[in-house]
């Protein structure tokens, strides 16, 4: 029979130990299928009771298991004694010695559970050996032997035979084997006629051998087929159970055969985990391309890969385009290995880390899943590593990979530059979903798969879906389409550096098209975090930057978190003066791109209000970085007077917060009194409290127009000087710091004296 150019033969275990002497080689691991692990005892029954199914239905209207292919050498041996005469054939499997081994207990079983099956009518099973060690060999001649009385456990006789020797208790394949012969024994018990279901005319199970030397194969192959190489894992049953979906069809089943055993074999071969198996990496595979199809089918997701079997490719409506579409999403990374040498230089081709590089997407992947020995941002290695293990492979990522595999199932439909184009606007709209856009439920994940789909295959963006990507981001990158067209390169090239910077995520809008001309100057301003701070004092130094929420009781500015500068170069429907606050960051741009250091921008602002001596609360901010205590930049303010605010660490009051001001006097007065070993202990409290001190047992609060000291039982109000507008005249927090200073000194004095 041949397909794809290859020649299989088919048979039955009868013919194939008839035709064939099959010793399973040393190279080859131990029996499996009888460890008695959980999962091996989940697959172990599985396997059986598949067996059961098919050798049970009625004769005459029933279907034919097809358990997967063997791959293997053949050996011709000549006879010693008579010229050219062909004594025997020996066949060593390469891939299939599992199946082979259960076939052959199974065989053995039916053979002595009737007691009526005559010895030279099973004689032809004596032409399986196995030679991983010689206990095994030894073994399965004496088996061969031996009937049981099947009145007890097979196992427990076994083990109790003169012959069994007492080291064969360390042979793994032995024991194992064992184990499946009690196994059989209970799936089987009640079927009286086993031994002619297993061999008689009426064809129930049957395999395709492959002789690799005939057909132009090496043992290389073996090597990637055998990837899976030391312990028993799910996938031999998944593969024989999905390939039975087929089994109407054989030229189907030949075809997914072939690519289960060699292409997709050879895709996954080099991403094999530290046990040289490839199992774990396919499954994690499957369940990624099956959960795209639960989602668009509105199919409840499973984590079980039989369910899904079944559910997905058997019994729905759409079983037949549900495979086809599972080996297209298969056969595309294939093909991708084929035309690039490997997957990770096709990733390498199209995406970049973390830095803009032109006609590439920067997607900012730093697991080092996302990294292979010749690539970065393997999305594919990140699946087949991370998917389904802790979350570490997220929704965005999901989505981003379907974008990716969309093109490659209809590459021929969609030209390379709307591709990298289309790709970008994915990520683009991704980067700028938060997790309430982005989530696991069934119906937003099906609206996202299908604007995903749309976008990849023609380019247009869905905004009708109920729950599509971040509506400010889809209106801007429809905007963007539009502009594109009436852009020329070099305008282009300054819009897709903007859009892959860090703190940008694809979000143009807040600089405005018209001020892209300043995105090296944003490069410039912007490509290093230790200097967050300095921007921040720069930014307050040209204005009020301060975003609010709607209802205006929480302000935002930005401090040494990234996430907070990324918080305020995106607009949000949650937050106002966006509008003000991007002004001021363009002023500082400009500022920076004519030569004007933002130090300078900061120096000369403080400068100029002690000159002036007008300490407004913004001076504050500008001078003492400090002020801005808390993660997330927010703060905080009364309506009636700028110098009463409070910087919240996260969002809410029952967390860490502070007053800014007691918190930079804290930090001054504790280094200035360390530095001179001076034994104070000096605390602010964590929840809004006051800043206490040890000597004298004292505490400071603070208020809109000074301090708050208390004393034993004396309460002063320090009041900073103000003018007629309520500004300060003189910088309070030094005022505050020498105060302070000045009472701990005198305390000590006092305490030495007496």
């Not at 029979?1 to 290859?6: L, P």
């Not at 996430?563 to 937050?575: A, M, V």
Request: aromatic share 14%.
């Amino acid at each position: 029979m041949a397909m794809n150019n290859k020649q299989y033969e088919k048979h039955t275990f009868r013919s194939f130990l008839s035709k064939y002497h099959v010793t399973i080689p040393m190279v080859q691991r131990d029996y499996a299928q009888g460890r008695t692990s959980v999962e091996a005892t989940r697959v172990r029954d599985r396997f059986l009771s598949a067996i059961k199914s098919y050798l049970i239905q009625p004769k005459g209207n029933h279907e034919v298991m097809k358990m997967d292919f063997v791959y293997g050498e053949k050996e011709n041996v000549w006879s010693k004694t008579e010229t050219n005469k062909l004594d025997k054939i020996i066949v060593t499997p390469l891939d299939g010695q599992q199946r082979l081994t259960t076939l052959y207990l199974l065989h053995w079983y039916a053979a002595k559970k009737n007691g009526q099956v005559k010895p030279e009518d099973y004689a032809f099973m004596e032409n399986f050996t196995y030679d991983i060690r010689p206990s095994s060999r030894d073994f399965c001649a004496h088996l061969i032997t031996f009937t049981p009385t099947f009145s007890s456990s097979i196992k427990e006789q076994l083990m109790d035979q003169y012959w069994f020797m007492g080291d064969w208790y360390n042979d793994p394949t032995i024991l194992s084997m064992l184990t499946m012969l009690d196994a059989i024994n209970e799936k089987f018990n009640d079927v009286d006629d086993l031994w002619e279901l297993l061999t008689g005319d009426d064809e129930r199970i049957i395999f395709y051998f492959l002789p690799l030397a005939e057909n132009g194969l090496s043992d290389e192959l073996y090597i990637k087929m055998n990837s899976r190489g030391k312990k028993l894992t799910p996938f031999e049953h998944f593969k024989a159970e999905y390939e039975a979906l087929y089994e109407r069809d054989s030229e189907e089943s030949m075809n997914i055969n072939h690519k289960f055993d060699v292409e997709w074999a050879d895709t996954l071969f080099n991403y094999r985990d530290c046990d040289d198996l490839i199992d774990k990496e396919f499954m994690r595979y499957f369940f990624y391309i099956s959960h795209i199809l639960c989602y668009q089918q509105s199919v409840k997701k499973s984590t079980d890969e039989f369910e899904l079997i079944k559910i997905l490719y058997q019994e729905s409506p759409s079983a037949v385009e549900n495979r086809k579409y599972f080996e297209r999403a298969m056969d595309c990374w294939y093909q991708v290995k084929k035309e690039f040498g490997s997957i990770g230089r096709f990733f390498t081709k199209y995406l970049s880390q973390s830095t803009y590089q032109s006609g590439k997407v920067a997607t900012y992947k730093n697991s080092g899943e996302y990294q292979t020995c010749n690539s970065t941002q393997n999305f594919f290695h990140a699946c087949i590593k991370l998917y389904q293990v802790n979350n570490n492979f997220s929704y965005g990522d999901f989505l981003f990979l379907y974008g990716i595999i969309t093109y490659l199932i209809n590459k021929d439909k969609i030209e390379e530059t709307d591709f990298i184009d289309r790709l970008r606007i994915l990520r683009n709209l991704i980067w700028n979903s938060n997790s309430g856009e982005i989530r696991g439920d069934a119906e937003y994940m099906k609206d996202q798969l299908v604007e995903v789909k749309e976008l990849m295959l023609s380019g247009i963006i869905t905004t009708e879906l109920r729950h599509g990507f971040n509506g400010f981001q889809e209106k801007e990158e429809i905007e963007k389409q539009g502009r594109k067209k009436q852009m020329t390169s070099t305008e282009l090239e300054r819009m897709f550096k903007y859009e892959d910077h860090p703190l940008i995520y694809g979000y143009v809008s807040g600089l405005g098209y018209e001020n892209l001309y300043l995105t090296d100057t944003f490069y410039t301003v912007f490509g290093n975090s230790n200097n967050y701070k300095n921007i921040h004092q720069a930014l307050i130094s040209i204005g009020d930057y301060r975003q609010c929420d709607d209802n205006r009781n929480r302000y935002y500015m930005a401090n040494s978190n990234r996430s907070t500068w990324t918080q305020l170069l995106h607009k949000s429907r949650n937050r106002v003066n966006f509008e003000q606050s991007m002004s001021i960051v363009i002023k500082l741009l400009e500022c920076v791109r004519n030569g004007v250091t933002i130090e300078s921008i900061r120096d000369s602002f403080i400068d100029e209000r002690e000159k002036q001596h007008k300490y407004t609360w913004r001076y504050y901010f500008a001078k003492y970085p400090d002020m801005l205590r808390g993660a997330d930049g927010e703060l905080t303010w009364d309506a009636s007077n700028y110098y009463i605010c409070t910087t919240l660490n996260k969002h809410q009051f029952n967390g860490q917060h502070w007053n800014p001001f007691l918190n930079v006097i804290h930090k001054i007065l504790v280094e200035k009194l360390a530095s001179e070993k001076i034994d104070v202990v000096l605390n602010l409290d964590n929840y809004g409290g006051n800043l206490s001190l040890s000597h004298p047992i004292s505490s400071i609060a603070s208020a809109g127009d000074g301090f708050e000291y208390f004393y034993q039982e004396n309460h002063e109000h320090w009041h900073i000087v103000q003018d007629e507008s309520g500004i300060d005249t003189e910088d309070r927090v030094i005022w505050a710091v020498n105060k302070i200073e000045s009472i701990i000194r005198l305390s000590f004095k006092e305490q030495s004296v007496s």
